[in-house]
């Protein structure tokens, strides 16, 4: 038999090997093998068994692999499908995608710590292998395989399991570098002579320690609450006893030491508010979800696009349709952006479906993670919430995939490869299983508004707020425009925040109302300048301004984090007139502390969140009435629900603006209405100020109206007409390197060989530098490619191209980004 395997390498295949005999039972799809490559043992997936009788000629060409990592396959069939859809069309290598739906870790052998029991060797002492392996055990605590093979024993890890089987070794399993381990606790037992009560009370009577009676009597009383196998820990607190104590009575044959494994989870609190009392679902919540109910009962694919403004109950619609999948034996993956900063969305997930639900975000440890995928994957789980990567979690089943926020960029992944995009993996997943697939946004991204029209996706829309009890529907908070430009003129303007801001701050700290301002913008000052001869620090491995950073006055840069003394003097000409230019979330926070000094502030932004929970300790804080403004950066913008907010101030709606990029005005579009949102949730009234130069802009026309639909025409007409997306795909091709010249001439190398292969209905453009030209110490050019959606062509034409390229020298890199965002 042989079967193909998936290395860890870019843009490489499947490649086949021999399995031996005694492997062939254990060699199935999914399960992780280890196999030779070149002088190299790498870790890879088996994806399809070749089961006919091969040629003999395969017997001496092909190498056999060497072992099988995992007793039950690691991977379902759907992923390795999943894998190879993602690596095909966003041209990475199938390893490559394999390793991102892998807990970090795993993708590096285990390692198995070996111990023998007390069972005897019977026939088993004769095998040339396993004979000397059981002698050198007796005399070992334990041995890994690597240190078996120093003495020259080489068992295959299929021999072992069945020796575990058979309870002549346990096998402990490890991960070799980054250490992942699973975890053992220890707990105590009877032995089965004294598993029964009579028993019991004649021990404690024969028993001559006190503490040893204590710790038999504790043991039986934990029996007795229905825990016949209780921590050890525990036990010994109960009885009050020590370690020496249980050992004794382990070696006297009364009490069995077993070791269990611990799930590690992360605890998650947060102080949430009260929930409204909930009655039933309004009208439109019940319209989609009898849509979303109708397929989930015909079992077919389909995709929803749920267009629900700011607090229209779309959680509530998630969780419905999830209870059902769940109901029914299947299970779900609920996708948010950024699962920091949604607190109270995981919360309310955790209130529906308690232990059920494994919660994956960037801060666990490698433990946790390895726990929660490895219980994703026996099905002790059956719900995932996280960001992106949950996409790839190893459910069986799934009927349910939600993509919360579904316009979020955080959704697309650039480095590492594969630059995949979760929602659209979503969407393909949902397929691959007849499942459904529901993506939800106030705003969503064009791609997705376009495919509601085009009838690829249902479209639900829920246009009110969840009317709250005895007043009409909460309405959408008033927004207003500030002309910072005419504040100006009028001696209103001194610092960040105009008058006209400032007063409506204050009428809500009068009234005990809180605030949330948006800044997008960390840092105290974004710029210095020298006012003598214009000097502008600029960072040395990078092409961007230093942003002053007043606490520790410093300047620091926000690509790559290098950071230098303040300046004292313009180390050009001396000059001590260095002024500090535009306002960071630190400035505004200062100019707050100035106005109002009897006002608690919270600020949030990257520079105050750096520890593990500390968004949870500001929102918690806020969330308690123990702050009145909260300031930060769009950290504040997501999915926050607090009833006492009624005012949000956007210091600069223009930032982010004037980026180089054609979403820059749907992102601007976006998160202003999301930071809107924030506004009077419950039945205070909320306000929404934005602070502009720019009043004119159409974007703030649509934004004042609430009115997506009339902003996303205006956007369709102007993308179609330059065949941006949705009408036309993008590729981002990057080029990165330390030398400038080398960097300038692989891009133009690599885009005359594209430029050769495609047909003309393919635009190409550049290769350039990039907006950020140079980003810790690398050179960065950019070649950009348009192609129809209908050309289907163009990831074959990437592989070639990247083929006859070669490889890249070292320290440079090309990047091939399909459906990029970001382009600058
Ligand atoms: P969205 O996700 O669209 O922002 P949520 O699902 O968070 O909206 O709902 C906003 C608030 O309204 C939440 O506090 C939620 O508990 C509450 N809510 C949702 N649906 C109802 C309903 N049918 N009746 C009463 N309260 C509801
Ligand atoms: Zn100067
Ligand atoms: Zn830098």
Redesign the pocket.
Known sequence: MTVRVVLPLPLDQAFTYLVPEDLAGEAQVGSRVLVPFGPRRLTGLIVERTDEADALSDYFRLKPILDVLDAAPAFTGELIRLTQWIANYYVCGWGEAVKAALPSGVDIAEKHHIRRTEAPAVFWEDHPDVGPMLRYLDHHTEATLGGLRQQGIDVPLVLLRRLESDGLITIVKALKKPKVRIKYEKHLRFAPAFRNTGAVKDLTKQLRGLKQVAVVEALAGFALEGHPEPRKADVLERAQAATTTTNRLVEKGILEVIEKEVIRAPVYTFAAEP??P?????RA?RAALDQIHAALDARRFETFLLH?V???????VYIAALKKVLARGQTGIILVPEIALTPQTVQRFRRHFGDKIAVLHSRMSLGERYDAWRHLRSGRYSVVIGPRSAVLAPLSNVGLIVVDEEHEPSYKQFDPSPRYHARDVAVMRARMNGAVCVLGSATPSLESFRNARTGKYTLLEMPER?PVPGHAAAPLPDIEIVDLTLERKKHRLHGALSETLREAIEQRLMRGEQVILLQNRRGYAPVIECQECGFVPVCFDCSVTMTYHKPRRRLRCHYCGRTQRMLAACPKCDSKDLSQLGAGTQRVEEELERHFPGAAIARMDLDTTGRKNAHHKILDRFGRGDADILIGTQMVAKGL?FSRVTLVGVISADVGMQLPDFRAEERTFQLLTQVAGRAGRAELRGEVMLQTRNPKHPVFRYILAHDYDGFAQVMMDERNAFDYPPFGRIVGVEFRGPEEELVDQMARRWTKLLTERVPGVVQVLGPEPAFVGRVKKQYRYHTIIKAPKTFTGLQDILRAVIKKFGNTPRGYHVAVDVDAIGLF
Request: aromatic share 12%.
């Open positions: 929930q409204a909930f009655r039933a679902f309004h919540q629900g700011t607090g229209s109950g779309k959680t509530e969840v629900d």
